[in-house]
């Protein structure tokens, strides 16, 4: 849907600067907000998606959790929160992270192209190929820095 329609005006698009990423990391570029929902650039190198739901009593566990990852890994990783629930701000507040968002239709773009089946679910993925990495991939990314 939405990002059928990024990667055709990606393709055509010959003055698009970010041409040479894979299309789902333009698309999540394209989309990423801040803690106020105001769209903003990407100027981190990597990417980490937090698929969680706000009700969900193990994406609440998984959260607390996230600002050890943010506090190792944030200079130069965006972690970006994808809450398949209706209360982003909810998250946002509670947890100390410096909080990247995607909301609106490209949530559910992310869950579908990641497969997202059952949250809380953290994806890191690969900002040269766009698919997702494990966690020995992640080490390797970070090693060749």
């Known amino acids: 849907m939405l990002l059928a329609a990024q990667s055709l005006w990606a393709e055509s698009n010959s ?3 970010n041409n040479t990423k894979p299309p789902i990391v333009n698309f999540i570029d ?9 769209y903003m650039d990407r100027k981190k ?3 980490a998606l937090v698929f969680v739901q706000d009700w969900c009593q193990a994406s609440r566990h ?3 959790n996230v600002a050890p990852f943010d506090d190792l890994w944030g200079d130069d990783t965006a972690i ?7 209360n982003h701000q909810w998250v946002i507040n509670r947890y100390d992270v410096d909080w990247r968002v995607i909301d609106g239709p490209a949530r559910q773009d992310l ?11 953290l994806v890191l993925v690969d900002t040269k190929t766009g698919a997702s990495m494990n966690r020995e991939q992640w080490k390797q990314t970070q090693n060749d820095e």
């Open 45 to 47: 190198d990597h990417i």
């Open 111 to 121: 869950i579908d192209w990641f497969k997202v089946r059952q949250v809380p679910k």
């Open 30 to 38: 394209m989309n990423m907000m801040d803690s106020r929902f105001q």
């Open 15 to 17: 003055t698009d600067t």
């Open 80 to 86: 970006i929160l994808v809450n398949a629930g209706n």
């Open 62 to 64: 998984f959260l607390a």
